[in-house]
C-alpha cells in the first residue's frame, strides 16, 4: 500500500459522506408533504430529482464496485455486497414513500375541493 492511498482514503470518505448528506438534505421536505408546500412546489420538484439522481447515480457506483472486481475474479467483501442491497432496497422504498404520500395528498386535496363545491 503507498502512502498516497492512505493519505486520501479520508478524503474518499468525506466526499462520500458530503455527498450523501446532499441528497438527504435535498429530499429532507419530503418527508412530511402537507397542503402548505403547494407554493413552493415548483422549487420541490427540482430538489426531488436532483436528489434522486444522486442516490441513483450513488448506488450505481456501489454496484459498480462490488461487481467489477468479481470480474477480475477477486473476491467482494459480504458487508459491501450487503450495503449494495440495502441501499437499492432504502431508495425503492424512499420513492414509494413518496409516490404515497403524493398520492395521498393528491387524493386529500380533491376530496376537500369536492366537498367545497357541493
Do not use: H
Not at 442516490?55 to 464496485?65: A, E, Q
Request: proline fraction near 3%; glycine fraction near 6%; avoid cysteine.
Amino acid at each position: 500500500m503507498s502512502l498516497e492511498t492512505t493519505t486520501n482514503k479520508p478524503l474518499k470518505v468525506g466526499l462520500n459522506l458530503a455527498v450523501l448528506l446532499a441528497a438527504a438534505w435535498l429530499l429532507r421536505p419530503f418527508f412530511k408533504i402537507d397542503a402548505s408546500d403547494y407554493p413552493r412546489a415548483g422549487t420541490y420538484i427540482y430538489r426531488l430529482a436532483l436528489g434522486l439522481m444522486i442516490l441513483i447515480m450513488y448506488l450505481g457506483k456501489l454496484v459498480f464496485d462490488v461487481l467489477s472486481p468479481q470480474g477480475l475474479a477477486r473476491k467482494v467483501s459480504n458487508l459491501k455486497t450487503a450495503a449494495v442491497l440495502l441501499f437499492g432496497l432504502l431508495i425503492a422504498a424512499l420513492i414509494i414513500f413518496i409516490v404515497i404520500q403524493a398520492g395521498a395528498l393528491f387524493l386529500q386535496d380533491g376530496a376537500s375541493q369536492d366537498s367545497l363545491n357541493f
